[in-house]
């Protein structure tokens, strides 16, 4: 009997015992399924940080304004009363040599309206080079300029879902929207930007809904906005802000976040080092900030990653093995049923090789088709994953050619001792056989 028989006998094998051949595939589509669909999952994760971390910047440090719990709130108010302030970008400016930029960001309280239209909006208070360090681009007219932060002007620049949901499709260039008590004039739009789930490490702001600012124009008009400050009443934040205005100068003005663009991406943690030294030092110990470092972040990431994909490979190749005791199971079973017709094949000729690589063929049949319906269901899972739990997958090739590959090696492996048997019953025995 050559291949092509072998081949046909087995098919022929399958299609005469559907369910037996269904449960004895069953662990191998399984298996192979399980492959794909998690290395999918595994490899749109990574996608996902990459892309974060693009737009966040790989050479950037993100210093975040952190609100204290109670029980160090006195101690601030005594060490450290501003938290997170304008002099300290001031001073890290000075201080890092191996900046290329430091921004101060200020996310202010104000309603965001236009003829009495209102929308839902940030407003950001910030200096030229944020436009560099978020990776954004303007669409029309300008961005914050340097004589806008010297003058205090009241300009301002729109996202492109506020000047969607103001304006419509006119053109916002030159008119007026009121910010809080304030009236601004637009000088710009900023182009779309798509921003990722943020389900990797961390979520990234919607710089889409952003109006932004000078950040001079910012300090005493609005209060900076944090957790502790929304539990305020506006009559509490009005108090507050006569408060600070007598005793602060500016450099004591509360910002939100300072971005450090560093000129080496390799440098990020050795500047948060440099970053943390100077701010405990002017904080007077008082860990009232969060430093963010994205190439950390996406490093963690793909650590946890790597370990889920392990986990869960190790319980795909737990399903394949479970597979292949079930292949032998049922071959072995096989070869007992197929006595007589082994022991018929010897007396016309077969030999012990030809009884094996039918055999072995055979069980190479059910794990192959085991391992293309594997394949089908898991591209399957993986795009419902994708549509129904909102988690971007990507199927990978490699993750295909793997999984089938070892169904094959499966399919052998656990072939082989069925057909050894087979090959070993004695011809004259096996015509007695009822």
């Known amino acids: 009997m050559g291949i092509l028989e072998s081949i046909r006998a087995g098919l022929a094998e399958l299609a005469s015992h559907k369910l037996r051949s269904f449960l004895t595939v069953l662990g191998v589509i399984c298996g192979v399924a399980a492959v794909i669909a998690m290395v999918s999952i595994g490899e749109g994760a990574k996608s996902e940080a990459l892309e974060q971390i ?23 108010e005594e060490r450290s009363p501003y938290g997170l302030k304008l002099g300290d970008a001031d001073n890290l400016k000075s201080v890092c040599d191996f900046a290329r930029r430091v921004v101060s960001v200020r996310e202010v309280f104000a309603d965001v ?81 798509e921003v990722g789930a943020g389900r990797t490490f961390a979520p990234i702001r919607d710089l889409n809904a952003d109006v932004y600012i000078p950040i001079t124009r910012s300090l005493g008009e609005f209060q900076v906005k944090s957790e502790q400050a929304i539990a305020l009443s506006n009559a509490a934040i009005d108090a507050m802000r006569q408060k600070l205005r007598a005793r602060q100068s500016i450099g004591n ?52 990653q790597h370990i889920f994909n392990t986990v869960m490979l190790a319980i795909a190749g737990i399903s394949l093995l479970v597979g292949g005791v079930g292949i032998m199971n049922i071959m072995l079973a096989t070869v007992t049923q197929r006595t007589r017709e082994i022991g018929i094949r010897r007396c016309v000729g077969a030999n012990r090789l030809d009884i094996i690589r039918q055999f072995l063929l055979e069980a190479l049949v059910i794990t192959c088709a085991g391992g293309l319906i594997g394949i089908a269901v898991g ?56």
Not at 64 to 76: G, I, N, T
Not at 269 to 283: G, T
Not at 411 to 431: K, Q
């Open 54 to 76: 693009r737009l966040m910047g790989i050479d950037v440090v993100h210093v975040k304004r952190q609100v204290l719990a109670s029980d160090l709130l006195e101690k601030a």
């Open 113 to 193: 309206r236009f003829g009495g239209k209102p929308v839902t909006a940030k407003v950001i208070g910030t200096v030229p080079g944020y436009l560099a360090v978020s990776r954004s681009d303007v669409e029309r007219g300008r961005f914050i300029s340097e004589g806008d932060v010297r003058e205090r002007r009241a300009v301002c620049v729109i996202g492109a879902y506020v000047k969607r949901e103001l304006f419509g499709f006119g053109n916002p260039i030159g008119k007026t929207i009121r910010l809080g008590r304030s009236i601004f004039r637009v000088v710009g739009v900023m182009r779309v930007k």
């Open 253 to 304: 003005s509360p910002i939100s976040e300072i971005i450090m663009q560093v000129a080496n991406a390799e440098d990020t943690v050795a500047a948060s080092f440099v970053i943390r030294s100077v701010l405990n030092r002017s904080h007077r110990g008082i860990i009232d900030y969060e430093i963010v470092i994205p190439a950390e972040l996406l490093k963690q990431s793909q650590e946890t």
């Open 379 to 434: 591209i399957a899972g993986a795009r419902a994953i994708s549509v129904y739990a909102d988690w971007r997958t990507i199927v990978s090739a490699n993750a295909i050619v793997i999984s089938f590959s070892v169904s094959v090696a499966v399919g052998v492996i656990f072939g082989m001792y069925p057909a050894l048997r087979a090959a070993a019953v004695d011809p004259i025995e096996a015509l007695r056989y009822e």
